[in-house]
Every structure is written in structure tokens, then in C-alpha cells.
């Protein structure tokens, strides 16, 4: 049996209840549990009164095993080798390839070499469609890059740099998506005091991919101006993303407000859903988690509940 941590050994980062991991991952405490026992997959760091409390490393490991059980793997047969990466191998994809193709486009751009760049960009999508893509690399890629800026070591002018080169060609592939579709209609805005749009047009893609409509309104929108377009335009959700830890008063007032006003469900996702997950359910409101995916699932079950 391991020992458990002491209060003092508690690694100093965020850490989440087993009660909030499951509504992040749609994975009930009890298959969690199931995970850590019987095949040793999560190792949750225990308090000494025995309390499971989860990273967000964890969560994104918890993640992978839903792709992974998803692609009809068993969970006898995952191990945990396969959770050192979010690679995933949808339509027999190799994940040496994916590995090579994350490790060159963060080469190329703390290089600042945009031709490099479009190069395995091009490549990737000629070969795999985008919510592969999506899954396989970008969101792997946004994860590396944002923990190197996070801790510093990587600059701002190379977040900029790669920020702006993604935004072009998602913004491009958004602009000429097929249009035609008849599902509920989402009306997409970034927090308050968040200027990355990568992770919401990511999450365009995937719902229009889905069938729905959208309305993206773009990063860093007012919060109190959503309730008059949602309800203007009809739409059936409110959708919100950050990568950052949004200021408390957004959580504890303003989206509480919106919450009232608005008279549709308003989910919160990326990173920041991670950061505020508790605020954001007492709000009212719905944290998605960073998986795309389970993002769009839960989205799918609340407004057939509706």
C-alpha cells in the first residue's frame, strides 16, 4: 500500500476534489476509484484524512482514457504508458508521427519560422480531418506551449507569434466552412480579460462540425451585453472560453448575472473552467473542462434536456 502524502508533501499547484474532477471529465467518482484500484491508472495525491485530490495533470490523463475507451479500448489494456501524452491514434495514426509533428511545430515556432509552420500544417491536414487534427495535435500543442509560457520559459513575443499564425488559419477555415446547418443555435464569446481566441475557435469548428449554428463574438467580451444577443437571436446556449484564471468577481458576479438574465444555459470552458469550476457551478453555470469533446457531450445532453 503507498503511503500517503502529508499535508506538507501537497504539491503547491491547484488541486481539485474528486467530486469536481467528475463533473470536468463526465467520469463518475466511482469509475475513478476503479481506475486508481484495480488498474492503477490515476494516482490522486491523499491528504492524510484520505481524501482523493486531483492535478490538472490528472484531469488530462482522466481525459485521455475516455478518448482512448471511446476508440473501443478496453480498459484492461490501457496502461500507464499511454497517458504520458495526449496523443491519441484515431484512423490508425501513428503516434510517433503525432509526437514528431508536435515537437517540429514547437521547434518552428520558438523559431519564429512561419514557413516551417505552414509546411507541417498543410501536411497534417492533407492527411487527417480537423477534429483529428484537433484532438491528435493542436490541443496537445496548445497544452506544451501554454505550460512553457506559463512557467516562463518561453517569451511573449513567441506566443504572440504563434497566437497570431493559428488564429489566421482557423479563422480561415471557419470563414469558408460549409454552411447549411439546422442544429441549436450557440452564441461563442471569450471572458472577460482573455485575448487568446485559439481554444474558442477550436470549439466553433468542433460544434459546427456537429451540426450547430454559431455566433462567435470574439475574445475578452463584456459579459453583461450576452443576455440581449442570446436572447435577440434566439439561441439555445451560451458558450464561454478562457485559457486563464478569470478575476473572481467575473465568476461571483457577472456571471452570475448572466446566468439570470439570459434564460439559456451558459457553459464555461478551456482552462479557466478548470481554474474556476466550483465558482462557476455556484454561478450557475456549467464548466466544461479543455476536451473539446466532452465539451460538446455535455453540451449535447443538456439541451436535449431541455
Not at 57 to 71: G, S, Y
Not at 234 to 253: F, K, M, N, Q
Amino acid at each position: 500500500m503507498k503511503a500517503q502524502s502529508s499535508e506538507t508533501d501537497l504539491p503547491e499547484e491547484k488541486l481539485y476534489t474528486i467530486g469536481t474532477v467528475s463533473k470536468l471529465t463526465g467520469v463518475g467518482a466511482i469509475t475513478l476509484r476503479a481506475w486508481e484500484r484495480r488498474h492503477g491508472l490515476i494516482n490522486p495525491v491523499r491528504k492524510q484524512s484520505g481524501h482523493r485530490l486531483y492535478t490538472r495533470q490528472h484531469i488530462d490523463q482522466i481525459n485521455r482514457i475516455t478518448t482512448l475507451t471511446q476508440q473501443a479500448i478496453r480498459i484492461s489494456q490501457i496502461g500507464p504508458g499511454m497517458l504520458e501524452s495526449d496523443l491519441s491514434v484515431d484512423l490508425g495514426g501513428d503516434p510517433d508521427s503525432w509526437k514528431d509533428y508536435l515537437n517540429s511545430m514547437i521547434s518552428a515556432t520558438i523559431s519564429f519560422d512561419e514557413e516551417r509552420l505552414e509546411e507541417i500544417y498543410n501536411e497534417v491536414l492533407s492527411l487527417y480531418p480537423i477534429g483529428v487534427v484537433t484532438r491528435n495535435l493542436l490541443t496537445p500543442l496548445l497544452i506544451e506551449l501554454g505550460l512553457r509560457w506559463e512557467d516562463q520559459q518561453g517569451s511573449v513575443a513567441e506566443e504572440h507569434f504563434f497566437s497570431f499564425f493559428m488564429r489566421n488559419k482557423l479563422g480561415a477555415r471557419y470563414h469558408h466552412r460549409t454552411r447549411g446547418n439546422r442544429g441549436p443555435l450557440l452564441l461563442l464569446a471569450g471572458l472577460p480579460g482573455e485575448y487568446h481566441e485559439i481554444g474558442l475557435l477550436l470549439f466553433a469548428l468542433a460544434a459546427h462540425a456537429s451540426g450547430y449554428r454559431v455566433i462567435p463574438l470574439g475574445a475578452n467580451m463584456p459579459l453583461d451585453e450576452l443576455a440581449f444577443v442570446a436572447k435577440a437571436k434566439a439561441c439555445s446556449a451560451i458558450v464561454l472560453s478562457g485559457a486563464i484564471e478569470p478575476r473572481p468577481e467575473i465568476l461571483t458576479r457577472d456571471l452570475s448575472a448572466l446566468v439570470k438574465d439570459c434564460g439559456v444555459p451558459v457553459l464555461v470552458g478551456g482552462l479557466s473552467s478548470v481554474y474556476g469550476c466550483d465558482a462557476i457551478n455556484r454561478a450557475g453555470a456549467s464548466a466544461l473542462g479543455r476536451d473539446i469533446d466532452h465539451g460538446l457531450h455535455i453540451l449535447d445532453e443538456m439541451l436535449s434536456q431541455n
